[in-house]
């Protein structure tokens, strides 16, 4: 890859400057011309190169000129001072070379940044070139003699103290050890040493010892059986972990427990509801009927009255007791008589809310009729009509579906 890229560099004969990635000391442009190449980033990181120029532009017209190869990104141009921005340059690596151009007007002079800042979108490296023409000025004087003072760099392949990958995580090596010249009192050191006493040590027999050592371990084993159980009794028991079942206490019977679901109340203050079944008008009889009833119960009283005022008046014959019978105390028995048949034979007063109902009409087409005696309430809320009868139905709909409500006789 190096190799590719220094030839690049020949074949193409442009000046190469040094770059800086810092916007606060952007490289100094001493000539109208500025090229460089971006190294392909490892796969997996998606990080932009960015490189920072300066360079003076005069009043009028400043001409850039562009062209790249392999080169995915954007090309800016702004003012050092307020970071006013002027132009900017989109650039897509479709094309294998894209060339391109872009004029900026300055109405004052003043110092411009250019900022090139973009990636290989593979494995080769981007290139790109930038000329400058027209009010373009370049840096002179004691800034552009500060263009080779840039810190040193080291390659990938020499003795870096911290190397990273792509995310930035250190990447831990293993020093490789330098051999060390051994001097003269090492080697003294690390020679073998005879040791006269280690000698006469492998001379001896040895064996005959070892037995007899063995078979005394044996005897005093033999000889006091219960040191090991005092032994294993000393020593701290280890901790037992006792399972229980939590649903064991459940296998018990399960008492009855008697709950009272209407509360604080006794069943002797619970209200009843009861239900009133009304006979439709339909089969209802006509009021001409009962008109008819009472008109013959008056008719029959009055012909009782007339017979009675036909017959002669009587008196019963004395009782044994001597009080005499008064015809007074009859006629007012005559007459309470009529008013109590008359209070029964009288039908029960009409409901006139009996005659009212409450028609709701369906967009579709469904209808809703019930007596107003049957329904307790009628409201709007939030868009549902909701509607309540004396059974504890409740009924809602929503409003947009109603067609038309009213109440009628």
């Known amino acids: ?47 932009l190169t960015t490189y920072y120029f300066v360079f003076n532009g005069n009043r009028g017209d400043v001409f850039l000129n562009i062209v790249t190869t392999n080169f995915k990104g954007e090309i800016d141009v702004y003012t050092e001072r307020g970071l006013d921005p ?14 391109t151009g872009r004029v900026v007007y300055q ?32 840096i002179t004087g004691a800034a552009a003699e500060n263009t080779n003072e840039f810190p040193d760099i080291l390659d990938d392949d020499s003795d870096a103290p911290v190397k990273v990958n792509a995310v930035g995580t250190i990447i831990e090596e293993e020093k490789p050890e330098t051999p060390v010249a051994e001097t003269e009192d090492q080697r003294v050191e690390d020679a073998p040493v005879e040791d006269p006493v280690a000698e006469v040590l492998e001379e001896t027999p040895v064996a ?17 059986p219960d040191e090991e159980d005092k032994v294993t009794e000393d020593r ?26 209407t509360g604080e109340k006794k069943a002797e203050d619970l209200s009843a509801v009861v239900t009133v079944e009304r006979v439709p008008e339909e089969t209802a009889e006509p009021e001409t009927a009962a008109e008819g009833i009472i008109e013959s119960e008056e008719i029959a009283e009055e012909e009782d009255d007339v017979a009675a005022a036909d ?54 087409g469904t209808r809703l009729e019930r007596p107003m005696t049957e329904v307790t309430s009628v409201n709007v809320i939030e868009g549902v009509l909701t509607i309540v009868t004396i059974d504890g139905e409740t009924r809602r709909i929503p409003i947009l579906d109603v067609l038309k409500m009213t109440i009628e006789q």
């Not at 109405?107 to 400058?132: C, H, M, W």
């Not at 005959?208 to 006091?224: H, I, K, N, P, R």
């Open 1 to 47: 890859m190096k190799a590719f890229v220094a030839f690049a560099f020949l074949l193409s004969g442009l000046p190469a400057f040094a770059q800086s990635n810092d916007q606060n000391f952007p490289t100094p442009v001493t000539s109208n011309e500025v090229s460089g190449v971006i190294p392909a980033r490892p796969i997996g990181d998606p990080r």
């Open 86 to 99: 002027r132009t900017k340059i989109t650039i897509y690596a479709d094309n294998p070379e894209r060339e």
């Open 107 to 138: 109405r004052r002079p003043e110092k411009l940044i250019l900022r090139i800042q973009g990636r290989s979108p593979n494995d080769d490296p981007a290139t790109y070139q930038v000329k400058f023409a027209g009010s373009f000025a370049p």
């Open 208 to 224: 005959e010892t070892v037995d007899d050592s063995v078979d005394e371990v044996a005897e005093e084993d033999a000889a006091d």
């Open 236 to 261: 701290p028991s280890s901790p037992r972990v006792i399972i229980t079942d939590p649903l064991a206490d459940l296998e018990e019977k399960p008492r009855e427990v008697t709950v009272d679901l």
């Open 311 to 364: 017959d002669p008046e009587t008196t019963d014959p004395p009782e044994d007791d001597g009080k005499v019978p008064t015809a007074a105390p009859a006629e007012e028995e005559d007459e309470s008589a009529p008013a109590e048949e008359d209070e029964d034979s009288a039908p029960a007063e009409e409901n006139p809310l009996a005659r009212v109902f409450l028609k709701v009409e369906m967009k579709d």
